[in-house]
C-alpha cells in the first residue's frame, strides 16, 4: 500500500455532525427561517468539481409579504468550527440582497477531497435576523474542474484496472488493507467505463444501482463519490469491486470492450494520518456469477445471465482467500474525468405481479399489473442445474420483438435467485420458460428504476380522464429518465434523441426537481458536438436519425432550464454550443432559408403524426422544409435573447437582425393567403409561426383563426400532430390562453388521442397514435406541462424567470368543475386550488415567501371579487391592476390568499 500525505480531509464527530443548530435571538420566528439548502441543487452533496459551488436555499415564512432583505453565509472547515457560528473559509457578511439562489462560493481556494459545511441566515422584510438555518455540508472532487488537463490526469496515482484474461461474466475485483485504528472520515472515489458497484468488508454501499450515470465514453468518464467511513473498521479491510460492462459496449465509442475502473479512497485516522488505496495491477479479479446477456445494441439490449452455481457468497469480504484469483491488468483509455453531480439511480418503487398463467405446459407468464422498466426480482425452485429463461414483453402474448431476454441457472440445490445487477429490462408481462416447478408469485418482484429526482408537483381535477392522462404520463417519464438522461424508449434504443427532449423537457421540469439532471444532460450535449458546429441527434449515445429540431435542443434545453431555475450559468456555458450550431445552420442556408441536406435520416421534420409512418409514408418534404426553417428562427431567436441576458450586446443585435431576415423569407415562401394556414395547412404549420413570430401581426388572428377550425372542425376536436407538433402546439395554444382547444384534444377517447391509448389498456404512453411499434415512449409526454400551466394555471414569467415572480391564471375549461396544482419551484411551493359551485369561482394560492405573483380571477369587474371575505380594496398584501378578457388581474406578495368571485 502506498503511503500519501493527507489532503484535505477534516475529521467529523458523529454523522457528519449536522445535527446542531445556531442560537436563536429571542425575536426570531421558529418557523421562519431558511431552510431546503442545496448545493449544485443537490443536498449534501459529495465530490462536486465546481471551483465556486453555487449556494440556494428556500425562505419559510407564513406572514403575508415575508421576504428576505439580506443574508449571510457561513462555511467551515469543520462542523465543529460552523457550529461556532465562524466561517474559516467564508463568511460572506450581511449582503443586502433578496437572493436565494446560485449564490457562488466566495470565500478562501477550495482544495480536492474536502468536506465544507455551511449555513445561512436571513434577514426579513423587517430588517430582522431570523434563526440560522440547519448545517449542510458539501465534498470537493478529484479536482475542481469538469474539464481536467491531462498533466492533472497523470497525477492520479491510480490506474484503470480490469481483466487481463478473456472471459465474459462480469468481473469481481478486490483489495485487503490494514487500518491501526477506526477511521474518523473516508471518501472513495470510483470511475468506471461500464457499471460498477462498491462493497467494503462484504457489504455494498449505499442503495444506487447502475451507477454512473451514462457518458460519451469515447470523451468521458464519470467518478462517484462514496462515503465508506461507517463501513470501515480497525484491522484487516477489503474494498471490492464488481463491474458491468453496460455502455462499455457499445461500438460508436470504441474505448473498450469491457468494463474497466479507477478508483482511490482516502482514510482519515484520529492521529491525523490518511491511509490511501489506488486501483492498480496489485488487484485481484475472477470472473462473477452475472454474464451480460446481448450485444448492447439498439434491438439487442438483452438482459443478464446469473448462474446462481458460480455464486461466491463471501468473495467481497477480508477473510476470503484471493491467492488463486489472477492480477488485474491495468489500461490507458484517455478520457477525461468529471464528477457525478446528479441525483444517482435507485429503486424508487416496488411492483407485486396481478398475476400468474400456465399459457401451456412448463410455460408461465407472469402480469407486473403495468408496463414499466427497471428490474425484475424472481425465486426460483427446480432441478440442479435447470436454466430458467425470461422474456419480457409490452403485450398480453407474451411477443419479445425488442429482445429483451435474461436467464438464471439453478444451483446444485435446485434454488435459484435472480436480480438484475448490470442491465434493466422494460415491459408488463414476464414468460417463463425451462423451470420444472410453478414459479411463486410471491418471490417474484419489480423495482422501477431512474435517477432519484424529487417529485415536484401534484395535480388533480374533477375529469378522470384528465387525471388518468396526467398520471400516465408521469409514470412513463419515470421509466425513461434512468442513466442522467432521457431515453426514447427503454428497450429498443435506449437514445437520448434530442428531438424527444421537446416532448419530456417542459413536462418534466413542471413535475420534478431535474435542475441537476437536465445540467448533466447539457453537458452531454456539449461533449458530442463536431468541429463543424453540428450536433449528432442523441447524447450521450451518438445514433439515429434526426434534423435541426434534434440537435438544436443544445438551444432549447438549456432555455427551459433557465426560465425554471434562473440558471445563467448553464447558459453561459453552453453558448459557445449555441453559437457553433447557429454557424453550422448558417452554412446550410440559402436566401435567408435552410436547404435540406444529407440522407434518408437526416433533415427530419414532425415525426409519426396520425397517417404517417417512419418509412415511406413520412410528413411531404414541403411541410418539413417549412418546419425546419420555422425551428430554425426559433433557435436564432432563443440565442439572441440568451446573448442579451449574457451582456453580449452586439452579438445579441447580430442574430436579431439574422432572426428578421428569416422571418420575412419563410412567411414569405410558404404562407397560403387564400386560407390563411402555411404548407399544407396540418395544425402544426399554423402553430408553430405563430408561437415563433414568422407569422405578421396583422394575420396572427386569422391564421389563430384557422388553426381552431383545423382542429374543431376539420379533425372534429382531435389533435392532428406527431412528437415536435404536439409539443409546439400545446406550448403555442397554452401561451395564447386557448387551453379550451387543448381540453377538447386531451379529452377524447378515439383515435387519435391518450384517451385511446388508455381505452386500449396502455399502462404508458406510445410511440404512436395507433400502437404501433413502441408501448412506452416520450413521443406524446408534452401534455404533462399543460396540466400544471393550463389547468391549474402556474406558469412562469419569462420576465423573471425562476418563479421569482410568476403567473396564476386558472384554466376553468370544458366540464372542469375544479383543480388543484401544487409546485415546489426552487423559492418554495406554488398552490392553485380553485373550484366553481354554485355560480361562486374560488381560488386558493399560496405564493412562496420571497416571490411575488400576478394573479388572474375571473369576474365582470374588480369589485366582484373579495378575498379572504374582505373587498379586494381592504386586503393585505395585493393591489388590483386591470381587467382583461374577463378576469381582474391582481399583483400579490407571498403568503396564502382565498379569492372569492360571484358569478
Given at each position: ?54 449556494l440556494s436555499w428556500i425562505m419559510e415564512a407564513k406572514t403575508r409579504g415575508q421576504k428576505q432583505t439580506a443574508y449571510r453565509v457561513l462555511v467551515a472547515s469543520s462542523a465543529e468550527i460552523l457550529a461556532e457560528d465562524k466561517g474559516d473559509l467564508w463568511d460572506s457578511g450581511k449582503c443586502e440582497s433578496d437572493r436565494t439562489t446560485h449564490i457562488a462560493y466566495g470565500g478562501k481556494g477550495l482544495r480536492p477531497r474536502m468536506r465544507c459545511f455551511w449555513k445561512v441566515r436571513v434577514w426579513d422584510k423587517d430588517g430582522t435576523p431570523l434563526a440560522w438555518s440547519k448545517p449542510a455540508m458539501w465534498s470537493t472532487g478529484l479536482f475542481l474542474t469538469a474539464e481536467p488537463s491531462k498533466e492533472q490526469m497523470a497525477a492520479l496515482d491510480a490506474r484503470w484496472i480490469g481483466a487481463g484474461s478473456s472471459f465474459e461474466e462480469d468481473p469481481w475485483l478486490r483489495k485487503s488493507f490494514e487500518l491501526v485504528d477506526k477511521p474518523v472520515d473516508a471518501l472513495a472515489y470510483v470511475a468506471s467505463i461500464g457499471y460498477h458497484e462498491l462493497f467494503i468488508n462484504g457489504k455494498k454501499v449505499g442503495d444506487s444501482v447502475l451507477a454512473p450515470s451514462t457518458s460519451d465514453l469515447s470523451k468521458r468518464a464519470r467518478y462517484v463519490t462514496y462515503d465508506i467511513t461507517p463501513y470501515l473498521h480497525k484491522g484487516k479491510n477489503t474494498m471490492a469491486l464488481w463491474l458491468g460492462a453496460g455502455w462499455a459496449k457499445w461500438e460508436h465509442y470504441h474505448v473498450a470492450d469491457k468494463p474497466l475502473v479507477m478508483a482511490e479512497i482516502d482514510v482519515a485516522l484520529p492521529d491525523g494520518k490518511t491511509v490511501a488505496l489506488r486501483t492498480d495491477e496489485t488487484w485481484k479479479i475472477h470472473s462473477s456469477s452475472s454474464t451480460l446477456m446481448g450485444a448492447w445494441k439498439p434491438g439487442q439490449y438483452g438482459g443478464e445471465h446469473i448462474d446462481t452455481r458460480k455464486r461466491l457468497p463471501d468473495w467481497n469480504t477480508a477473510g476470503f482467500d ?582
Amino acid at each position: 500500500m502506498k503511503k500519501t500525505r493527507r489532503i484535505g480531509i477534516l475529521p467529523l464527530t458523529g454523522a457528519l455532525a449536522l445535527s446542531f443548530c445556531g442560537v436563536a435571538c429571542p425575536c426570531m420566528a421558529e418557523d421562519e427561517k431558511a431552510t431546503t439548502l442545496r448545493c449544485e441543487y443537490l443536498e449534501n452533496p459529495l465530490g462536486i468539481d465546481v471551483p465556486q459551488p453555487r449556494l440556494s436555499w428556500i425562505m419559510e415564512a407564513k406572514t403575508r409579504g415575508q421576504k428576505q432583505t439580506a443574508y449571510r453565509v457561513l462555511v467551515a472547515s469543520s462542523a465543529e468550527i460552523l457550529a461556532e457560528d465562524k466561517g474559516d473559509l467564508w463568511d460572506s457578511g450581511k449582503c443586502e440582497s433578496d437572493r436565494t439562489t446560485h449564490i457562488a462560493y466566495g470565500g478562501k481556494g477550495l482544495r480536492p477531497r474536502m468536506r465544507c459545511f455551511w449555513k445561512v441566515r436571513v434577514w426579513d422584510k423587517d430588517g430582522t435576523p431570523l434563526a440560522w438555518s440547519k448545517p449542510a455540508m458539501w465534498s470537493t472532487g478529484l479536482f475542481l474542474t469538469a474539464e481536467p488537463s491531462k498533466e492533472q490526469m497523470a497525477a492520479l496515482d491510480a490506474r484503470w484496472i480490469g481483466a487481463g484474461s478473456s472471459f465474459e461474466e462480469d468481473p469481481w475485483l478486490r483489495k485487503s488493507f490494514e487500518l491501526v485504528d477506526k477511521p474518523v472520515d473516508a471518501l472513495a472515489y470510483v470511475a468506471s467505463i461500464g457499471y460498477h458497484e462498491l462493497f467494503i468488508n462484504g457489504k455494498k454501499v449505499g442503495d444506487s444501482v447502475l451507477a454512473p450515470s451514462t457518458s460519451d465514453l469515447s470523451k468521458r468518464a464519470r467518478y462517484v463519490t462514496y462515503d465508506i467511513t461507517p463501513y470501515l473498521h480497525k484491522g484487516k479491510n477489503t474494498m471490492a469491486l464488481w463491474l458491468g460492462a453496460g455502455w462499455a459496449k457499445w461500438e460508436h465509442y470504441h474505448v473498450a470492450d469491457k468494463p474497466l475502473v479507477m478508483a482511490e479512497i482516502d482514510v482519515a485516522l484520529p492521529d491525523g494520518k490518511t491511509v490511501a488505496l489506488r486501483t492498480d495491477e496489485t488487484w485481484k479479479i475472477h470472473s462473477s456469477s452475472s454474464t451480460l446477456m446481448g450485444a448492447w445494441k439498439p434491438g439487442q439490449y438483452g438482459g443478464e445471465h446469473i448462474d446462481t452455481r458460480k455464486r461466491l457468497p463471501d468473495w467481497n469480504t477480508a477473510g476470503f482467500d484471493d491467492s488463486k484469483w489472477e492480477s488485474a491488468k491495468a489500461y490507458t483509455p484517455e478520457l477525461k474525468l468529471s464528477a457525478e453531480k446528479i441525483e444517482s439511480n435507485r429503486k424508487v418503487a416496488t411492483l407485486e405481479p396481478i398475476g400468474i398463467e400456465e399459457v401451456e405446459p412448463g410455460v408461465y407468464r407472469v402480469d407486473m399489473g403495468r408496463n414499466f422498466s427497471g428490474w425484475i426480482e424472481m425465486r426460483f425452485r427446480g432441478e440442479p442445474g435447470e436454466k430458467v429463461d425470461l422474456s419480457f414483453s409490452e403485450h398480453a402474448d407474451g411477443s419479445n420483438k425488442f429482445n429483451l431476454r435474461s436467464a438464471c441457472t439453478l444451483d446444485d440445490r435446485g434454488r435459484g435467485i435472480f436480480h438484475n445487477r448490470f442491465n434493466y429490462s422494460s415491459g408488463r408481462w414476464i414468460t417463463i420458460t425451462g423451470l420444472s416447478h410453478p414459479p411463486d408469485l410471491s418471490g417474484i418482484k419489480g423495482y422501477v428504476i431512474r435517477n432519484d429526482y424529487k417529485r415536484a408537483s401534484r395535480f388533480k381535477c374533477s375529469n378522470p380522464l384528465l387525471n388518468q392522462i396526467h398520471d400516465t404520463v408521469l409514470w412513463t417519464f419515470e421509466s425513461l429518465s434512468l442513466g442522467g438522461y432521457v431515453v426514447d424508449c427503454p428497450h429498443r434504443e435506449r437514445m437520448g434523441y434530442g428531438g424527444d427532449a421537446h416532448a419530456t423537457m417542459e413536462m418534466a421540469l413542471n413535475h420534478y426537481g431535474m435542475g441537476a439532471f437536465l445540467t448533466k444532460w447539457i453537458e452531454d450535449w456539449r461533449d458530442v458536438q463536431k468541429p463543424d458546429g453540428d450536433l449528432p441527434y442523441t447524447a450521450p449515445t451518438q445514433w439515429g436519425g434526426g434534423g435541426p429540431a434534434w440537435s438544436g435542443v443544445c438551444v432549447t434545453l438549456p432555455w427551459a432550464v433557465y426560465e425554471r431555475y434562473a440558471d445563467l450559468r448553464i447558459l453561459k456555458d453552453t453558448y459557445p454550443t449555441m453559437q457553433r450550431w447557429i454557424g453550422f445552420l448558417d452554412t446550410k442556408a440559402h436566401d435567408n432559408m435552410l436547404v435540406k441536406w444529407g440522407g434518408r435520416w437526416d433533415f427530419l421534420g414532425d415525426w409519426v403524426p396520425p397517417g404517417k409512418d417512419q418509412g415511406d409514408g413520412r410528413v411531404d418534404e414541403y411541410s418539413t422544409l417549412f418546419f425546419n426553417n420555422c425551428y430554425y428562427l426559433y433557435n436564432v431567436k432563443q440565442v439572441a435573447e440568451i446573448a442579451e441576458l449574457l451582456g453580449k450586446e452586439d452579438e445579441a443585435k447580430a442574430y436579431r437582425k439574422r432572426a428578421e431576415k428569416i422571418r420575412k423569407a419563410v412567411h414569405q415562401e410558404f404562407f397560403n393567403s387564400k386560407d390563411n394556414t402555411y404548407a399544407n395547412g396540418d395544425q402544426l404549420y399554423m402553430a408553430l409561426p405563430l408561437l415563433v413570430g414568422v407569422t405578421p401581426e396583422e394575420l396572427r388572428q386569422p391564421v389563430m383563426q384557422a388553426l381552431e377550425n383545423e382542429i374543431m372542425v376539420a379533425k372534429n376536436g382531435h389533435i392532428d400532430t406527431g412528437i415536435h407538433g404536439t409539443y409546439f402546439l400545446i406550448k403555442t395554444l397554452t401561451e395564447l390562453n386557448r387551453s379550451d382547444l387543448i381540453f377538447e384534444m386531451a379529452s377524447k377517447r378515439d383515435y387519435p388521442s391518450w384517451g385511446h391509448m388508455l381505452e386500449n389498456g396502455a399502462t404508458t404512453i406510445w410511440e404512436q397514435w395507433d400502437g404501433e411499434h413502441s408501448h412506452l415512449h416520450s413521443s406524446f409526454l408534452s401534455i404533462g406541462a399543460w396540466f400544471i400551466e393550463g389547468v391549474a394555471g402556474i406558469q412562469v414569467d419569462p420576465r423573471q424567470p425562476g418563479y421569482k415572480h410568476f403567473i396564476i391564471k386558472p384554466g376553468m375549461i370544458g366540464d372542469l368543475t375544479w383543480a388543484k396544482g401544487e409546485l415546489d419551484s426552487i423559492h418554495g411551493k406554488i398552490v392553485s386550488d380553485w373550484k366553481i359551485e354554485d355560480h361562486t369561482f374560488t381560488l386558493n394560492i399560496t405564493i412562496p415567501a420571497n416571490t411575488t405573483a400576478t394573479v388572474h380571477v375571473p369576474a365582470k369587474k374588480a369589485t366582484d371579487v373579495s378575498e379572504g371575505g374582505r373587498p379586494t380594496s381592504t386586503a393585505k398584501g395585493l393591489k388590483f391592476l386591470r381587467m382583461e378578457n374577463g378576469r381582474a388581474v391582481f399583483s400579490v406578495d407571498s403568503g396564502s390568499y382565498q379569492f372569492v368571485s360571484k358569478d
